[in-house]
């Protein structure tokens, strides 16, 4: 089974602290994505990548920058953390015709 | 107007009952289509794939209707462990597009 491993469950940062969040996947999978989840408007794509050093912006990327340096490991970077970025964050991984599988999530909150 | 839309429900049945519903989605070139489950505080899992011609995995059911463009979900014979979000998925090229989910609870 794939596996998805976010670095953190929960975080807690300061307005305007830049902040990381990790992710790597064991399975060799070329695309990877980041989503937030809120109550009431589901997942939405921040970010994904379809290789090694690349990138494309999903929907809401304002505010979030990517990093894939090397292929199991997708970083979503908050570049000033703000308050309306409080949310749970999720990273996936791509196996085509398969699904996605889903890390445990980083449930961020900014103060 | 939302790619995926739900009904936020929630339904509560009791164990045994059956529970169906739907999801509508907006882009007519959506090319798969997935059922998720999510339980509290946790991350979504692949529930089962939907078919053009339906599908079935135990007591779930997955319907799609491309003319009219909805998914639908049936669940037999309740259990309480069916108690979750079930968010309805579309894709587009390597795209999900996600539905707010469908809260069920299933009460003894």
């Known amino acids: 089974d794939v596996k998805v491993t976010q670095s953190s469950r929960y975080l807690v940062k300061r307005t305007g602290e830049k902040v990381f969040l990790e992710c790597v996947q064991d399975m060799d999978h070329e695309n990877m994505f980041w989503y937030r989840q809120d109550p009431g408007l589901g997942l939405r794509l921040i970010y994904f990548s379809y290789d090694v050093k690349m990138k494309e912006k999903g929907d809401i990327p304002e505010g979030y920058s990517v990093s894939r340096e090397k292929k199991e490991r997708f970083s979503l970077i908050l570049e000033s953390a703000s308050t309306n970025q409080t949310s749970m964050y999720l990273c996936a991984s791509l196996r085509q015709n398969y699904g996605y599988t889903f890390g445990s999530g980083t449930r961020l909150t900014v103060v | 107007r939302k790619e995926v839309e739900q009904d936020p429900g929630p339904f509560n049945v009791p164990e045994g009952a059956t529970v169906a519903f739907n999801c509508t989605y907006s882009n007519s070139a959506s090319q798969s289509f997935f059922w998720y489950r999510q339980d509290c505080r946790k991350e979504p899992k692949l529930l089962m794939s939907v078919y053009s011609s339906g599908n079935e995995d135990g007591r779930f059911t997955a319907q799609l209707n491309r003319a009219s463009q909805y998914i639908s979900l049936l669940i037999r014979d309740s259990k309480l462990s069916d108690s979750a979000t079930y968010l309805c998925?579309?894709?587009?090229?390597?795209?999900?597009?996600f539905g707010a989910g469908t809260t069920v609870t299933v009460r003894a």
């Open positions: 998925v579309v894709s587009l090229d390597y795209k999900l597009s």
